[in-house]
């Protein structure tokens, strides 16, 4: 039989496939039917910082995140979603004392001033996982974007500051203009197949140089974008954007394709597969990079 199991953030997961924060883990009904259809585990829907009064979570967030750890076994990840160094990170201890197994932090934050520097974008990155890793004793993971101009270096200084897992990467809200009525539009960020090229470089480029779980994320929309997460050397795969457009089920449905990939190679367990296609082994990733930039180049013009 299979091992699918893997860690992530010092938990024991039965697979790598996670359900992040979207409407399908925002009820205990639905969050039980992913656990049915084989998920490994859920973030929950995103505690905003606007939402946190005098720096305490909202009682309705806390009571539904109490309901679905009791409802069911497997880890349940909260979510805290802001950009500030203010009193509603408080809200992390009250998180962990009802009973979630880990805390994600989504800081979304990419001002458009022309006056803020990309060292001050940086600090308050570091400001507030130090802050949340200081107050609580859960794991703490951290989904970041895909905009710094140096990120193996941050990521560098995530781990000192000792995150436990880093989610590669967060979507951005894209705008548009409509138009018809001349309005600015935005919409949910939704990703689409073939999303999985910059989280693909970086998970590959981080596997074995952190001490940070890896969490893939974006563009998981078959087996085959998840085993290669895995190859790249991810702990856990996250998904999102295929479960909505599937449904729930489709769990399964992605976790027999992994099953049969690995039989008709011989893999017995997700160790066996992890990491082998990373860039761990490369002596000069930067030189890698450079001549397969210019091979790729090369044979199209």
Same mark, same amino acid.
């Given at each position: 039989m299979l091992d699918l199991s893997t860690r992530y953030l010092g938990l024991t997961l039965k697979n790598p496939l996670i359900?992040?924060?979207s409407p399908l883990t925002s009820t205990v009904k639905s969050v039980q039917r992913l656990e049915r259809a084989g998920i490994g585990a859920v973030v929950l829907p995103s505690l905003f910082e606007e939402q946190c009064l005098k720096g305490a979570a909202p009682q309705q967030y806390l009571d539904m995140l109490q309901k679905t750890k009791t409802s069911v #076994?497997?880890?349940?990840? @909260? =979510?805290?979603n802001g950009y500030t160094e203010g009193d509603w990170l408080a809200s992390a201890v009250q998180l962990e004392e009802v009973g979630a197994d880990a805390i994600e932090l989504n800081i979304y934050y990419n001002p458009p001033s022309f006056d803020v520097s990309s060292q001050q974008v940086e600090q308050v990155y570091l400001d507030i996982l130090h802050r949340v890793k200081s107050e609580?004793?859960?794991? /703490? =993971? $951290?989904? /970041?974007?895909?905009?710094? =101009? @140096?990120?193996? &270096?941050?990521?560098?200084?995530?781990? #000192?500051?000792? /995150?436990?897992?880093?989610?590669?990467? &967060?979507r951005m809200i894209q705008p548009d203009f409509n138009l018809n009525t001349m309005q600015l539009e935005t919409s949910w960020p939704i990703s689409k197949a073939g999303d999985i090229g910059a989280p693909l470089k970086w998970v590959s480029s981080l596997h074995g140089r952190v001490n940070a779980s890896l969490a893939a994320s974006s563009g998981a929309f078959d087996h085959e974008d998840i085993i290669k997460y895995l $190859?790249?050397?991810?702990?856990? /795969?996250?998904?999102? =954007? @295929?479960l909505i457009r599937n449904g729930a089920d489709y769990v399964s449905v992605l976790l027999k394709g992994i099953n049969v990939w690995m039989k008709q190679r011989d893999f017995a367990s997700l160790n066996d597969m992890r990491g082998l296609m990373s860039q761990k082994e490369i002596q000069n990733p930067e030189a890698f990079e450079r001549a397969n930039y210019i091979r790729a180049v090369d044979g199209v013009v």
């Amino acid at each position: 039989m299979l091992d699918l199991s893997t860690r992530y953030l010092g938990l024991t997961l039965k697979n790598p496939l996670i359900a992040s924060a979207s409407p399908l883990t925002s009820t205990v009904k639905s969050v039980q039917r992913l656990e049915r259809a084989g998920i490994g585990a859920v973030v929950l829907p995103s505690l905003f910082e606007e939402q946190c009064l005098k720096g305490a979570a909202p009682q309705q967030y806390l009571d539904m995140l109490q309901k679905t750890k009791t409802s069911v #076994e497997i880890p349940v990840i @909260a =979510s805290m979603n802001g950009y500030t160094e203010g009193d509603w990170l408080a809200s992390a201890v009250q998180l962990e004392e009802v009973g979630a197994d880990a805390i994600e932090l989504n800081i979304y934050y990419n001002p458009p001033s022309f006056d803020v520097s990309s060292q001050q974008v940086e600090q308050v990155y570091l400001d507030i996982l130090h802050r949340v890793k200081s107050e609580v004793t859960v794991p /703490v =993971s $951290l989904k /970041v974007d895909p905009f710094f =101009s @140096a990120f193996g &270096n941050m990521a560098r200084q995530f781990d #000192e500051i000792g /995150v436990d897992g880093l989610v590669i990467f &967060n979507r951005m809200i894209q705008p548009d203009f409509n138009l018809n009525t001349m309005q600015l539009e935005t919409s949910w960020p939704i990703s689409k197949a073939g999303d999985i090229g910059a989280p693909l470089k970086w998970v590959s480029s981080l596997h074995g140089r952190v001490n940070a779980s890896l969490a893939a994320s974006s563009g998981a929309f078959d087996h085959e974008d998840i085993i290669k997460y895995l $190859l790249a050397g991810a702990d856990t /795969v996250m998904l999102a =954007s @295929a479960l909505i457009r599937n449904g729930a089920d489709y769990v399964s449905v992605l976790l027999k394709g992994i099953n049969v990939w690995m039989k008709q190679r011989d893999f017995a367990s997700l160790n066996d597969m992890r990491g082998l296609m990373s860039q761990k082994e490369i002596q000069n990733p930067e030189a890698f990079e450079r001549a397969n930039y210019i091979r790729a180049v090369d044979g199209v013009v």
